[in-house]
């Protein structure tokens, strides 16, 4: 089982920036995949981005311009880079891997944006 560890979170203006970070207790070659995920209070949890084994990422349509995921892979650490905020960002971000088809889920970072 994969281990991870979200942090970064926290309250931010609209308009402002916040990065996340999703520590990962395995080697991040041997993941397929990382991923960011939210929940908002109410509603389902929602997919924001993707980062392939390849390098290739995607994005929510809703966060498309304004977050960028990226990793690195010798702090084992994936990132959520979230660019001029809105009050519908507000919710937990979660990190979720893909290693060999399971996948392991990290405990989330609340992310409140104030308007």
């Known amino acids: 089982q994969v281990q991870l560890v979200e942090s970064g979170g926290g309250l931010a203006q609209v308009g402002g920036s916040l990065r996340l970070s999703c520590a990962v207790s395995?080697?991040?070659?041997?993941?397929?995949?990382m991923y960011w995920y939210r929940q908002a209070p109410g509603k389902q949890r929602e997919f924001v981005a993707a980062i392939y084994s390849s390098g290739i990422t995607n994005y929510a349509d809703s966060v498309k311009g304004r977050f960028t995921i990226s990793r690195d892979n010798a702090k084992n650490t994936v990132y959520l880079q979230m660019n001029s905020l809105k009050p519908e960002d507000t919710a937990v971000y979660l990190c979720?891997?893909?290693?060999?088809?399971?996948?392991?889920w990290g405990q989330g970072t609340q992310v409140t944006v104030s308007s």
């Open positions: 979720r891997v893909d290693r060999a088809g399971r996948f392991s």
């Open positions: 395995a080697n991040i070659f041997s993941l397929n995949a």
